[in-house]
């Protein structure tokens, strides 16, 4: 058994993981084998050395060679995997191997966990895919054996979907790995703490009861549990909390926490969610004068070791914090993206989107026929007046919308008890107002529908009308999901129940009768605002009557309590809005892709947080956010104009689509001389100007872009040439070739008469096995490489100064350069002792290309988009160290 070989220092002090160094091991350890051999490794990076010191260490211990070799090929695979999952997109700080790779035999929660999620029904698939982004999310909070750390990351969902069971695995992973206080910061509403509790303590602690302390239950938030030090010293128990986000609660915290011994402290690893990251957390005051609960976190967070994840659907404040306040919640470690769960029913599938990607050309984004509208004359007699003196007098009217939405609940919920769903929650959700006065007049409106229906179907005069709507209603999704109608005699049998089983509940902060899916299986018309509007699942939500409007983004995509699980009934959900409405949630439905896009290229470009600056487009009428909470946002830019463009992702094991990119740039070149002159510039390199677009656009639809390459996408930058060629510019290339003098890495034709020496550039060691990813490019010189600046005013001259010398000396004029690169190119140095890079090992010759675009002298017109201003923690574009070149640095030549 693999647990039993793990160093015996490991075993006794693992909740702590404090101590490092060299670790001895029993003859038995020696002796067994490679699993053990990992296992062995595993523990003694897991104490805080790196991977090959471990190795080290079991040398000296008498393990085999082989073994060791094979246990450090098994760990650098997985850690490997850890940081490039393709499940999901992620954005990270790139800290190196992932200390945490995955449950290990021995583990007590996350094996608890999975047995109890498949128990209530988790379908394989789910687990797995919960499994793999869990522990991605793990291995990218700070190593636990660290004396003092601190971490930020965010985690991106989708509006109900599913965040809840993410965050307890992830909980049950870190427990498992050594972390041993949690702290789950639950929204700012008391049902919405008392659901995540009752989920945690029915999922995590009741199946292992005696492995975990409970700060808070269902009935108590944070008050006083009693005497830290005893809570916290205790090695073999983990302790969890889950807190209102409120003063009084966290101050109660803060106080608690505070009463222990440092040294308590300082051997107990934190780690805090917080569900919902996006509200209350995020400081809307003077950066001098935080508001009060984001005071009260950073206090929080300030301990000795202490992690934090925010959890959101709506990420756009978290993504304007302010990154240069380190202390703050900006996630400056990861962003991962959750992957998009099977059977959700999120804003893209109900009210579709925009096209944003070449994949998505022969995709349906034209989302399911659910949304019924209700017009603005009906919504006037549902929606209150904003005047106190005028609401008290206001009567919401039974509308004919309103009727119909409510005659379809009833129909839905029987549909589902004749497909045998009779233990099922079955809800609507009617949200006109937040006025909570409104609320109570609503009720007795719709109780009086619902008597009315009563009697209706005793005398028979309501079966015609009720045909007419289930048909109608049936028709219109036919064929859009895998369930199969029920006719509707089944489902008129069963009304009466169902309308003498049906409840109308108000749910606000006034309520003294509250929404309560415990006590079985409810068939509830619920009736509220704000307390509905984030975090809190209606179970068996079937019918959704929505009017309320918003300012904002992320106010609006929360009010959406349709979104989320259907299974067995996808074809009934049905929402009612307005046309206003069912655009906005279709604009929402867009932002929240391009903003997954943007995480995704960036992970895959091996970009940080800090240097992420994730573009939000803006709309017309809503703020993206509250202002309060975007102020270090500034405009995005969006357009081609004034960028730099550069391969460095190439499907290196593909001969056939190496060739076609060597095929297309001699095609190019061979066009190009035609015309013009080739010259030298420099020792090496090769320089053909005033080449004419038609090739440059030829060259660009047949070169092959990486599929992850989100940037580079040949239609979309051939449309943007083409649309700039009708304002008169980008009518003109000048066209590089990159070279090397000496021929060291051997050559290539590339049609110009003589060959071309290769370059060297070697791939990054944590590359997933499919691609190469070589992180740069171009280096500065080379961008400017056609305006005869000598190299040494180059090195003196800022990014601005470089872009305006090109405007002034080349304007309008575009920039193309091509690098020949070595099959068998070789990582050259590493300056902090490990090897970042390996060798490329392509099927074939590799074509990097380099596009430079001038700024555009006509205004285009573009979309506008916000994002965090990254300015004052900008670093230079990733670009080659010249100093790390294997060749003449007055060929410019360079290697990383």
Aim: hydrophobic share 40%; with cysteine.
């Amino acid at each position: 058994m693999i647990g039993a070989c793990r160093p015996k220092e490991w075993d006794s002090e693992r909740t702590d993981g404090e101590r490092g160094g060299t670790l001895s091991f029993d003859e038995e350890d020696v002796a067994a084998g490679l699993n053990s051999a990992y296992e062995l490794l595993l523990g003694v990076v897991h104490k805080g050395n790196p991977a090959e010191r471990a190795a080290g260490d079991l040398a000296r211990a008498g393990v085999a060679k082989a073994l060791i070799d094979g246990a450090l090929e098994r760990y650098r695979e997985l850690a490997k995997g850890v940081k490039s999952l393709r499940y999901s997109g992620g954005l990270e700080s790139g800290l190196g191997e992932a200390w945490y790779t995955g449950p290990r035999e021995g583990d007590i929660n996350w094996p608890s966990l999975e047995q109890t999620l498949a128990q209530e029904g988790f379908p394989r698939p789910a687990l797995q895919s919960l499994d793999d982004v869990s522990t991605r999310i793990v291995g990218n909070l700070p190593p636990v054996w660290r004396a003092q750390f601190s971490g930020r990351g965010l985690v991106l969902g989708y509006v109900q979907s599913g965040k809840t069971s993410n965050y307890t695995a992830v909980i049950a992973k870190a427990a498992d790995a050594g972390y041993r206080l949690f702290i789950v910061l639950s929204g700012i509403h008391n049902n919405l703490r008392r659901q995540t509790q009752a989920r945690l303590d029915r999922q995590l602690v009741v199946p292992q009861k005696g492995l975990w302390i409970q700060l808070t239950t269902e009935e108590k938030d944070f008050g006083d549990p009693g005497n830290a030090d005893a809570l916290l010293t205790l090695t073999t128990r983990k302790v969890l909390c889950v807190v209102k986000k409120n003063k009084t609660r966290l101050e109660n915290l803060l106080r608690w926490l505070g009463s222990a011994n440092p040294s308590a402290m300082a051997r107990c690893p934190i780690l805090v969610i917080d569900d919902e990251a996006d509200q209350a957390s995020i400081n809307t005051g003077d950066p001098e004068d935080r508001t009060r609960i984001n005071k009260l976190l950073l206090q929080l967070l300030s301990q000795e070791r202490a992690a934090y994840i925010g959890y959101t659907a709506t990420p756009y404040a978290n993504l304007f914090i302010d990154p240069t306040f380190e202390q703050d919640l900006y996630p400056k470690d990861f962003i991962i993206d959750l992957p998009h769960p099977e059977g959700y029913f999120g804003p893209e599938r109900i009210f579709g989107r925009e096209r944003l990607t070449a994949d998505d050309e022969e995709a349906d984004f034209d989302g399911m026929d659910v949304v019924r509208i209700v017009s603005e004359d009906e919504a006037k007699l549902l929606r209150p007046p904003r005047k106190k003196e005028l609401r008290k007098v206001f009567e919401p009217e039974l509308t004919p919308s309103l009727a119909d939405a409510i005659r379809y609940f009833f129909l839905a919920t029987a549909a589902r008890r004749a497909r045998g769903q009779t233990k099922a929650h079955s809800s609507m959700l009617i949200h006109t107002t937040m006025y909570t006065d409104i609320h109570e007049a609503f009720r007795d409106t719709v109780r009086g529908e619902i008597l009315s229906i009563r009697k209706r179907l005793e005398a028979s005069t309501e079966k015609s009308h009720l045909l007419n709507l289930w048909t109608r209603e049936m028709k219109l999704v036919a064929g859009a999901t895998s369930e199969k109608a029920v006719d509707f005699e089944d489902v008129y049998k069963l009304l009466p129940d169902v309308l003498n089983e049906a409840s109308v509940v108000v749910d606000n902060y006034r309520s003294v009768e509250r929404l309560d899916f415990s006590t079985g299986p409810q068939t509830v018309l619920v009736i509220g605002g704000n307390t509905l509007s984030r975090g809190l699942t209606l179970e068996g939500l079937i019918v959704s009557f929505f009017l309320r409007t918003a300012s904002a983004y992320d106010t609006l995509l929360q009010m959406g309590r349709w979104f989320g699980y259907r299974a067995g009934y996808e074809d009934l959900p049905r929402l009612w809005m307005t046309s206003e409405l069912q655009k906005d949630f279709m604009f929402l439905s867009t932002v929240e892709e391009e903003i997954r896009l943007d995480v995704q290229r960036y992970e895959v470009e091996d970009r940080t947080p800090l240097e992420l600056a994730t573009r939000i487009r803006t709309h017309p009428k809503l703020a993206i956010t509250s202002a309060l909470k975007m102020q270090s946002a500034v405009p995005a830019k969006v357009s081609y104009s004034d960028r730099r463009l550069q391969t460095i992702l190439f499907r290196h094991r593909d001969s056939a689509w190496l060739i076609q990119n060597q095929v297309a740039a001699r095609e190019l070149l061979i066009q190009a001389q035609a015309s013009s002159e080739v010259k030298y510039v420099g020792a090496s390199k090769l320089l053909i100007e005033d080449v004419e677009v038609a090739p440059i656009l030829e060259m660009l639809g047949s070169y092959q872009f990486h599929q992850e390459s989100r940037d580079l996408n040949s239609s979309l930058i051939s449309a943007y040439i083409q649309r700039q060629n009708e304002l008169g510019d980008l009518l003109t290339w000048n066209v590089i070739v990159m070279s090397r003098a000496d021929m060291k890495r051997g050559e290539i034709d590339l049609g110009l008469g003589h060959p071309i020496g290769l370059m060297n550039r070697a791939r990054m060691a944590n590359s997933p096995k499919d691609r190469a990813n070589i992180k740069s490019l171009m280096s500065k010189p080379d961008r400017v490489s056609d305006l005869g600046i000598p190299e040494s005013e180059i090195q003196k001259m800022n990014d601005e100064e470089l872009q305006a010398q090109r405007s002034k000396t080349k304007p309008g004029v575009g920039l193309i350069l091509l690098y020949p690169i070595d099959r068998n190119s070789e990582p050259l140095h590493a300056s902090d002792g490990r090897q970042q890079r390996e060798n490329l090992e392509a099927a074939e010759d590799v074509i990097g290309l380099g596009l430079v675009f001038p700024k555009v002298r006509q205004k285009e017109t573009e979309l506008e988009y916000m994002s965090v201003d990254l300015s004052s923690l900008a670093r230079e574009e990733e670009e080659f160290d010249l100093e790390a070149s294997d060749s003449e640095p007055s060929l410019n030549e360079v290697e990383d």
